[in-house]
């Protein structure tokens, strides 16, 4: 309600000093909206959109079943908890204790997180199109800043 469009500066927040009850974990997304205002929810909906249509890609482009089933599995149950989350905080849904994914505070819900998203990374580079990309690069090197060519010098020259 008090974030305006750019919300009221990160630590600023009134909201989670009593007004909400668990803010660091059910009601991020609401002190989110109130520190960096409707820029800042829109972009960690974006965030969360752009993992969802990441997912469901590499889901669908796989041909191995044990990936489709996996990278489907991870991406519902990461989705659901958002939409669970988010729904939640604006009162369309009941308050049910489920943390933002990747973004409340707490080790035990980040974890198992964590070790999906890198699972969804590990398919991703199996990937028939990410395989080609990735067989493209001259090996060793990693950065575009180091594809330069550098001419040798003669021994003798400093």
């Keep these: 309600a008090s974030g305006g469009w750019f919300g009221s500066g990160l630590g600023a927040s009134v909201e989670k000093w009593g007004q909400l009850p668990e803010p ?12 960096l205002g409707l ?16 997912s469901i890609r590499v889901a669908g482009r796989t041909e191995d079943p044990f990936v489709r089933y996996a990278a489907g599995g991870v991406t519902t149950w990461i989705m659901v908890q958002f939409v669970i989350n988010i729904g939640a905080v604006l009162g369309l849904l009941p308050i049910a204790g489920v ?3 990747l973004f409340s505070y707490g080790g035990s819900a980040l974890l198992p997180t964590m070790f999906a998203v890198g699972l969804l990374i590990a398919f ?13 690069r001259r090996p060793g090197v990693r950065w575009k800043t180091m594809r330069r060519r550098v001419k040798k010098r003669p021994s003798g020259e400093r």
């Design 39 to 54: 820029a800042g929810t829109l972009s960690v909906l974006a965030l969360f959109a752009a993992l969802g249509y990441a």
């Design 124 to 136: 991703a580079r199996e990937e028939p199109a990410a395989k080609a990309a990735l067989a493209m």
């Design 24 to 35: 660091h974990t059910d009601f991020i997304f609401a002190i989110t909206g109130e520190e």
């Design 99 to 101: 943390p933002l994914p």
